[in-house]
């Protein structure tokens, strides 16, 4: 394995902080040597090009003076010369070299040829004494050959760019610790909030009641966006767990009567000699008992699934085959009471959910002929894109202090509280106009009780 693949697991193992300054550190790093690297090249060549000009300069009062016999001119501060017969044989030199020849036997043999020869004697590091930078070509003086030699010393030159060195390392290592230090600050400032939702979030899952973060007013960044997506989640999960506790509050209230009812039916039975006929009511009482648990329980499960995932599925369904298919299951029910059904419907196509619409419909029809008298009418119309549904009957009505409470779970108006029914009927109702995006609305109309609908189609 390559030694990235080894260190991208341990990388990713550091925490979020330590990442966030690690990465900070090699990008200053590279950036802060790249820009070294720049200045550092840029101080070189205007050094370089100055000492160029220097040993040409110098150079050119050497050839002059060899061309013409002249005497050769003092040497500038720092600089050496040597002149060298055909033969490589040293006619003169400064002092400081004596008879030491500065060129190798290859260099003399370049120069020979016609070449020029340029070169550094020492190094910039480690630090050595004696650094030179020399030029030599071939002239011609009175018919002979010579090779002239002109070197400058490099001190100077070296040690500004050693200077130059330190400076940049020292300004270079200052910067990436306080980019460093800065980055670390600033990665715990950012991840501060986030270390409080954590410790936020470990509170809630202990069991505190009404689990909210405490996030900023006054922000809009993306922190402050995560605390609102994290208490938007924690108010879904309360409604959930409170829709829980609620369900099961509701299914054991309600589940209490029948089931106490069924145990004194069969105590009753199991405890004294009954006759055949007896026995037979006792089983009739049992089972319509039994119904209405059965009944109660898919009231509960339907309304609870619908209520936890709000999710319906629309598609386009004649309005007029929707009501007709949501009435016919109580057609029979009407001509055995001996009241009217009518049926009032726009002959549009609408999108709607006709799974949940339908039985919503059919409990709407249900609750008018079970607490309500004379015709039941029911009318839809579409305008505007909204879906108008409405169920109306010639009964008392609801009472007035009922109606606020008519969509609640288990709500039932005092008179009826010992009829049938399990007060799911308008909970279930009003789920389904939810789920739609639309509305669901209970009220007194003239002699009777209107429930209606409204929903985007």
């Known amino acids: 394995m390559t030694l990235p693949g080894r260190l991208l697991p341990r990388f990713r193992r550091l925490p979020v902080v330590a990442r966030l300054v690690l990465a900070v550190a090699i990008t200053m790093s590279l950036v802060l040597t790249g820009a070294a690297g720049f200045v550092y090249w840029r101080v070189t060549m205007a050094l370089d090009q100055q000492l160029d000009d220097d040993l040409t300069t110098y150079q050119r009062s050497l050839d002059h003076a060899v061309r013409h016999g002249a005497q050769l001119p003092p040497d500038p501060s720092g600089s050496l010369r040597q002149i060298l017969d055909a033969h490589g044989r040293v006619l003169d030199s400064s002092g400081a070299i004596r008879h030491q020849i500065l060129l190798t036997p290859a260099e003399l043999d370049a120069v020979a040829r016609g070449a020029t020869v340029r070169r550094d004697i020492g190094s910039l590091l480690p630090i050595t004494s004696g650094t030179l930078r020399l030029q030599a070509h071939r002239i011609t003086a009175g018919g002979h050959r010579r090779t002239v030699i002109a070197a400058v010393r490099r001190g100077h030159r070296d040690e500004a760019l050693r200077e130059l060195l330190a400076q940049l390392a020292v300004a270079s290592g200052l910067t990436l610790i306080a980019a460093s230090y800065v980055g670390y600050r600033t990665a715990r400032a950012a991840l501060r909030p986030v270390e409080r939702y954590r410790a936020g979030a470990a509170i809630l899952a202990d069991g505190t009641q009404n689990p909210r973060l405490d996030v900023p007013a006054d922000r809009d960044d993306e922190i402050t966006r995560l605390?609102?997506?994290?208490?938007?989640?924690?108010?879904?999960?309360?409604?959930?767990?409170?829709?829980?506790?609620?369900?099961?509050?509701?299914?054991?209230?309600?589940?209490?009567?029948?089931?106490?009812?069924?145990?004194?039916?069969?105590?009753?039975?199991?405890?004294?000699?009954?006759?055949?006929?007896?026995?037979?009511?006792?089983?009739?009482?049992?089972?319509?008992?039994?119904?209405?648990?059965?009944?109660?329980?898919?009231?509960?499960?339907?309304?609870?699934?619908?209520?936890?995932?709000?999710?319906?599925?629309?598609?386009?369904?004649?309005?007029?085959?929707?009501?007709?298919?949501?009435?016919?299951?109580?057609?029979?029910?009407?001509?055995?009471?001996?009241?009217?059904?009518?049926?009032?419907?726009?002959?549009?196509?609408?999108?709607?959910?006709?799974?949940?619409?339908?039985?919503?419909?059919?409990?709407?029809?249900?609750?008018?002929?079970?607490?309500?008298?004379?015709?039941?009418?029911?009318?839809?119309?579409?305008?505007?894109?909204?879906?108008?549904?409405?169920?109306?009957?010639?009964?008392?009505?609801?009472?007035?202090?009922?109606?606020?409470?008519?969509?609640?779970?288990?709500?039932?108006?005092e008179a009826s509280r010992t009829g049938d029914g399990s007060g799911l009927g308008l909970a279930f109702v009003q789920a389904v106009a939810t789920a739609h995006g639309g509305t669901a609305h209970a009220d007194n109309v003239g002699q009777g009780a209107a429930v209606a609908l409204r929903l985007p189609c």
Do not use: C, Y
């Open 227 to 413: 605390g609102h997506t994290l208490n938007h989640m924690l108010d879904r999960l309360e409604a959930s767990a409170e829709r829980e506790r609620r369900f099961v509050a509701d299914a054991s209230h309600e589940l209490r009567a029948p089931l106490t009812l069924m145990r004194a039916e069969l105590d009753v039975a199991l405890h004294r000699p009954r006759s055949a006929g007896e026995l037979t009511e006792t089983l009739r009482s049992v089972d319509t008992e039994v119904q209405r648990l059965i009944d109660l329980s898919n009231a509960l499960l339907e309304l609870e699934e619908l209520a936890s995932t709000g999710h319906i599925t629309r598609a386009p369904v004649p309005l007029a085959d929707l009501l007709d298919a949501a009435v016919t299951p109580h057609r029979r029910t009407a001509e055995r009471a001996g009241r009217a059904l009518t049926v009032d419907a726009a002959r549009v196509i609408v999108d709607v959910d006709a799974r949940w619409l339908r039985p919503a419909i059919g409990n709407l029809v249900d609750n008018a002929l079970r607490h309500g008298h004379g015709t039941v009418r029911l009318t839809a119309t579409v305008e505007e894109g909204m879906l108008r549904v409405s169920v109306t009957d010639k009964g008392p009505g609801f009472p007035p202090e009922f109606l606020p409470l008519a969509f609640d779970r288990f709500a039932r108006a």
